[in-house]
């Protein structure tokens, strides 16, 4: 039996454009006497990842599109930020009472390409996904490894819903060090039935653990340590695993 932990990480300052988010994140951790070890898993929120990369858009320096326009004043939304929503795009799947769901160019499926205004200073300011989020993630891991020594893997989350669930949980766009999936089929279960299709989505589930520790509101807690679980590791890996084939989904 494993004891798995879920420790947030408190006092991680405003991440701003450049900001070496790893070596704060790493400090952080040690002042409150977690320091990261061997094994661990840090899950990240995209929001912070974006800021550290300067992935932030001013709505106010966005010129809508007339089909950005056409969509706004149909649903009644801001231009600006449907006009972002388009550029972070690769088509969109619905529209429908004010809510857009589209495919971002990462490959995922989620409401306003994955847009987000919610732990972004400035009143006009959003943030997009990273760019390559999975490269972010290698390249906090790295920095990890340089500072403390340790291997870790690391995930970066962000908030999805899902079809026909309601609320929404945390899901791994990018991931380092870690195999997002655990293949259990040929697995046997209690009774001796050989499983067949059992596959789990161990990034998704670990980033919706640590989302029960990681603020959304006024905690202001962006990352999360996931100590105990013994994971499946890989150097060569990324979240788009996770992608439901287009020609296999039922529900696009």
Not at 223 to 239: D, F, K, L, M, V
Request: hydrophobic fraction near 40%; glycine fraction near 6%.
């Amino acid at each position: 039996m494993h004891i798995i932990k879920i420790i947030p990480i408190l006092d991680i300052p405003i991440i701003k454009e450049n900001d070496d988010l790893a070596y704060l994140i790493c400090k952080a951790a040690e002042k409150q006497g977690t320091p990261l070890q061997n094994g661990d898993i840090l899950v990240i929120t995209h929001i912070v990842v974006s800021r550290a990369e300067g992935n932030i858009v001013n709505l106010d320096e966005v010129k809508p599109s007339e089909f950005a326009r056409n969509i706004a004043t149909e649903y009644n939304r801001d231009p600006a930020l449907i006009e972002v929503v388009l550029r972070e795009s690769k088509s969109i799947v619905r529209m429908g009472e004010g809510h857009i769901i589209s495919e971002t160019r990462h490959g995922f499926i989620c409401a306003n390409a994955g847009v987000d205004k919610s732990n972004v200073p400035g009143e006009r300011n959003v943030a997009p996904l990273p760019k390559d989020p999975d490269e972010s993630a290698r390249r906090i891991r790295r920095r990890i490894k340089e500072i403390t020594g340790s291997d870790v893997a690391v995930i970066i989350s962000d908030t999805h819903g899902r079809a026909l669930r309601r609320g929404e949980i945390n899901i791994a766009i990018g991931v380092a060090g870690i195999k997002p999936i655990r293949d259990r089929r040929k697995e046997r279960d209690l009774f001796g039935y050989t499983l067949k299709i059992k596959q789990t989505a161990v990034a998704d589930e670990l980033c919706s653990a640590a989302e029960l520790v990681i603020g959304q509101a006024d905690e202001g807690i962006p990352a999360a340590i996931i100590r105990g679980y013994p994971y499946e590791r890989s150097e060569n890996t990324s979240a788009r695993e996770l992608i439901w084939p287009k020609e296999k989904a039922l529900f696009i």
